[in-house]
């Protein structure tokens, strides 16, 4: 979707100044329609021969769909990332730890980057960066409310109230807090993942919730574990009915 990299590629000089300034981001993106009647033929020229033989393994349609799409947004981001001029895909392979969780190797350079991978609705994203980071995208929808006690506080909700325009529909609200603590969970390296609720809002910093102006959060890990860091950033905002959220370190007071 080169909508969403046209977003990104206008707004993060503004987002990189909630992140640690030694940050560096890529998204990468793709439209799952797009994906639906692919070939091996065609799956073969970017995934390697192991990936290929995990995609062919996959008998439902729709996983088969997300996770080729979540591979290819993912492999952008990193060669995005990597600056390779000539990008070798299937040479830049997506590996998962036994949890799920994924990760880049490459045989064309040394140091691969940290890569979170999300579907939702009609898109595969993929965020890669030089520092731990989390993304997450979510359709919002009324199931929110029924299970919002499993994951918002009554003080995380007065925050996210405060924190956006009066205007801003419960609903969006909601998902933007599920999406963005899916995203911290995806970005801090712990077994077993931190809980919805070990994840606690400690601040909201404003925003319209729009790519331009995102709402921007702090969370506490909530966990004491030499992985889990005090503080994490979070960047949501709506696009598209997506409600996005990117988690990464934030920029210390030393920056
Ligand atoms: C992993 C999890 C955070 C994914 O979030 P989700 O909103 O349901 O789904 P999304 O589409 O946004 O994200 C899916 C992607 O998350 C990534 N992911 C999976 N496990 C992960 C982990 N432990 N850490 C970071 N990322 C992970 C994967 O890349 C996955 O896509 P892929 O399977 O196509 O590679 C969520 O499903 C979860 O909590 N799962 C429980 C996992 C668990 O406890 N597993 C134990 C197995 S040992």
């Not at 331009?212 to 950033?233: D, V």
Request: aromatic content about 8%; some cysteine; glycine content about 8%.
């Amino acid at each position: 979707m080169a909508f969403a990299q046209a977003i990104f590629e206008e707004c993060w000089p503004r987002w990189q100044q909630h992140f640690s300034q030694t940050a560096r981001l890529q998204l990468g993106t793709v439209e799952l329609a797009a994906l639906t009647d692919c070939t091996s033929d065609l799956a073969g020229h970017y995934l390697s021969a192991d990936e290929l033989s995990r995609w062919t393994g996959f008998s439902q349609k729709k996983r088969r769909t997300e996770w080729l799409g979540g591979r290819l947004a993912a492999k952008w981001a990193a060669a995005g990332l990597l600056g390779e001029a000539t990008v070798d895909w299937q040479g830049l392979v997506i590996r998962s730890e036994e949890d799920g969780r994924p990760y880049v190797t490459s045989v064309s350079q040394p140091v691969a980057p940290f890569i979170s991978i999300s579907h939702s609705g009609p898109l595969a994203a993929a965020l890669a960066a030089n520092l731990p980071c989390g993304l997450d995208i979510q359709q919002p929808g009324a199931k929110i409310h029924r299970v919002k006690e499993r994951f918002a506080s009554l003080k995380e909700e007065d925050i996210l109230k405060t924190s956006l325009p009066k205007s801003f529909p419960e609903t969006e609200r909601l998902t933007m807090l599920w999406a963005a603590k899916e995203a911290v969970r995806k970005m801090v390296q712990t077994r077993p993942l931190l809980g919805f609720m070990e994840i606690r809002l400690l601040a909201g910093h404003g925003g319209q919730g729009t790519p331009q102006k995102p709402l921007a959060l702090t969370f506490a890990s909530g966990r004491e574990s030499a992985a889990c860091p005090p503080n994490i950033a979070v960047l949501c905002f709506f696009a598209n009915n997506l409600a996005w959220a990117m988690a990464c370190p934030p920029m210390s007071t030393k920056e």
